[in-house]
Nanobody, 122 residues
Framework: QVPLVESGGGLVQAGDSLRLSCAASGRTFNSYAMGWFRQAPGKERDFVAA????????EFADSVKGRFTISRDNAKNVVYLQMNSLKPEDTAVYYC???????????????WGQGTQVTVSS
């Protein structure tokens, strides 16, 4: 088990920035790839960003490329999602997830957090 807890969500205006954090428990965090997904009301949970276990590689959805970055601190068991130039269409519940390898596919990840709401007003 890898308990995950997201934080950092909130209500912001278009153009603002937010940094989400995902804190993991346990000593195996640095063996997992981590991903961020988001789910807007009435829509499926979509891939946002992912990072390998050592941070050596990252991947992003086309909709967030150039605006979002993902990073991790294995000493602190935390993965971050820095979101800049936010748009109203970024409004969603954001989830972090842990899996054996980096993937854009939702079912590749074994462990999920409870999510944090991000709302971007126009």
């Amino acid at each position: 088990q890898v308990p995950l807890v997201e934080s950092g969500g909130g209500l912001v205006q278009a153009g603002d920035s937010l940094r989400l954090s995902c804190a993991a428990s346990g000593r195996t965090f640095n063996s997992y790839a981590m991903g961020w997904f988001r789910q807007a009301p009435g829509k499926e949970r979509d891939f946002v960003a992912a990072i390998t276990w050592n941070g050596g590689r990252t991947e992003f959805a086309d909709s967030v490329k150039g605006r979002f970055t993902i990073s991790r601190d294995n000493a602190k068991n935390v993965v971050y999602l820095q979101m800049n130039s936010l748009k109203p269409e970024d409004t969603a519940v954001y989830y972090c997830a842990a899996g054996g390898s980096m993937s854009t596919r939702r079912n590749w990840y074994n462990y999920w957090g409870q999510g944090t709401q991000v709302t971007v007003s126009s």
